[in-house]
């Protein structure tokens, strides 16, 4: 029987037939796919936390992974990228990521006043003390009794652990690997006493029943000599700079304690930032020569003196865009922190200003308007980029303060205490 119809693909193939000189174009080959252990092992881990909340919906095995897999939440926390990375500072009560434009925003965590740090008003003045691994340890004030606390917290992930003080005040650090995050954190508070000697208190998360303890060994300081907040945590040690541009330092497990002079180069003053890099201490300084990057090769021992291996080095003149047009003048340029996602950036905060006319009581007078700014600085190719702009009535303001933060799944082991 004849069927006086044909779909139009059954035309086309019975044309391809018919046709003694024509051939059909094989069909299309599917896209190729990526094996789930490269997907699973290597892209997700490298993604901000916000990413991964909008991933977790995928599949019920994908959720499992991201949302209840403590292998994989260790392996991200560890494997900090530029997608996860910024600079940030707690200022005023509040997390700012300072990234450009929508970068931000998949770096910021999703409360950036840590409300849930200060849920029915118990608590306030929340002060940072430092940042590892991508946790906060901050210090806060009892509404009622004015007793200080320590928060250890996830902002990511909104987690946390509220511990008593019940030590002297000091400048405390936090001691926080991903890679073996099951074996939980320790903090460090060192604290001055008659004004040249440094002690320090140790406090763990996986000792039970713990509370703070005084650790052997002392620190000998100059007169007057302060360590600064924001410690750096690299090699199994906590290292604080001093007003005085030295640099101390705690073994945790070991208890061992003692002191490092900066680079014969960054000694002659300047301001000084410390950072890590794959448990590698790197030092930052700031001159009126230029920019130079240090990395501590050796503590010394034995009588020896410490090593520091030159990183880089550049002039003011040879970082475009740093040093300011000839209507303005430099105030002070602080390395204000290393990104956790990128060796080769370094930011800068810098306080410059210009000469304006201005009316005052009448008369036209010129005067300064200092304006801050942060600044990234790729060592490797040169390039300088302005971040953002930094707001506040303060003289410093918080410049000192600012970190690298990677927003990571890390996990807040089991406290082995009770809460205060």
Request: with cysteine.
């Amino acid at each position: 029987m004849y069927t006086p119809f044909l779909s139009s693909s059954a035309k086309f193939f019975q044309r391809g037939m018919d046709s003694g000189d024509q051939r059909m174009s094989p069909p299309p080959r599917p896209p190729a796919q990526l094996h789930e252990d490269l997907v699973c092992g290597s892209i997700l881990p490298r993604l901000p936390v916000r990413s991964l909340a909008r991933f977790a919906t995928v599949s019920k095995a994908w959720c499992d992974l991201i949302l209840g897999n403590a292998a994989f939440a260790a392996l991200q926390a560890q494997n900090p990228s530029v997608a996860s990375a910024a600079l940030a500072r707690f200022h005023n009560g509040l997390f700012e990521v300072l990234a450009p434009g929508g970068s931000a925003a998949s770096v910021a965590p999703p409360d950036p006043s840590l409300s849930f740090l200060t849920a029915g008003g118990a608590y306030q003045q929340l002060e940072l003390c430092a940042c590892t691994g991508g946790l906060l340890c901050l210090t806060a004030v009892h509404s009622e009794s004015r007793r200080l606390v320590f928060f250890v917290c996830n902002p990511a992930t909104r987690s946390f652990h509220l511990i008593r003080y019940g030590c002297p005040r000091g400048v405390a650090g936090l001691a926080y690997d991903p890679a073996t995050a099951e074996r939980g954190y320790d903090m460090i508070l060192a604290a001055t006493q008659g004004l040249q000697t440094c002690r320090f208190f140790w406090f763990s998360s996986r000792a039970a029943g713990s509370g703070w303890r005084a650790r052997r060994g002392t620190v000998r300081l100059a007169l007057f000599e302060a360590l600064q907040p924001k410690p750096a945590y690299a090699g199994g040690r906590l290292h604080w700079l001093t007003n005085r541009g030295n640099i101390v330092w705690h073994d945790v497990a070991r208890e061992l304690c003692g002191t490092l002079p900066p680079p014969p180069c960054a000694s002659g003053g300047g301001n000084m930032d410390l950072g890590a890099w794959s448990g590698r201490l790197r030092l930052a300084c700031a001159t009126n020569a230029g920019l130079g990057l240090w990395e501590l090769a050796s503590y010394g021992g034995a009588g020896a003196a410490a090593r520091w291996d030159t990183v880089h080095w550049r002039s003011w003149r040879a970082i475009s865009g740093v040093v300011a047009p000839e209507r303005c003048f430099m105030w002070s340029v602080v390395p204000a922190g290393m990104e956790a996602g990128g060796e080769e950036a370094v930011s800068l905060a810098l306080r410059h200003g210009y000469k304006a006319t201005r009316l005052v009581d009448g008369v036209a007078r010129k005067q300064d308007v200092v304006r801050r700014a942060l600044v990234r600085y790729d060592r490797g190719t040169g390039a300088t980029a302005a971040a953002v702009e930094l707001t506040g009535r303060e003289v410093h303001d918080g410049l000192g303060t600012v970190f690298g933060y990677h927003s990571s799944l890390a996990a807040l082991p089991r406290l082995n205490m009770g809460d205060a």
